[in-house]
Nanobody, 115 residues
Framework: QVQLVESGGDLVQPGGSLRLSCAAS????????MGWYRQAPGKQRELVAR???????NYVDSVKGRFTISRDNAKNTVYLEMNSLKPEDTAVYYC?????????WGKGTQVTVSS
């Protein structure tokens, strides 16, 4: 059974850093488009960062220069390095990927930025 499992969410002070991880497991023949979305209370889920083709990436404007997406293809794992965190970054962060030509979502990991 294919699944995505996120980890790394936590409570952090403004200006702090976190690193999220998302590992894909199961019978994986092809995987692409790994990325991160987030959903804050009362708001729609939005794209944060993702790989769009090869090594090309796409970021939402609000995180450019602060967040970095990376991946380990051998481990089917994608990471999100988050620096200079702001209270408005508070949300549940979800991992997404196309695996075996089907879209999959993780269950999410909570990131709270507060003093």
């Amino acid at each position: 059974q294919v699944q995505l499992v996120e980890s790394g969410g936590d409570l952090v002070q403004p200006g702090g850093s976190l690193r999220l991880s998302c590992a894909a497991s199961g019978s994986i023949f092809t995987i692409s488009g790994m990325g991160w979305y987030r959903q804050a209370p009362g708001k729609q889920r939005e794209l944060v960062a993702r790989f769009i083709s090869g090594v090309s990436t796409n970021y939402v404007d609000s995180v450019k220069g602060r967040f970095t997406i990376s991946r380990d293809n051998a481990k089917n794992t994608v990471y999100l390095e988050m620096n200079s965190l702001k209270p408005e970054d508070t949300a549940v962060y979800y991992c997404n990927a196309n695996i075996n030509f089907k879209p999959y979502w993780g269950k999410g990991t909570q990131v709270t930025v507060s003093s």
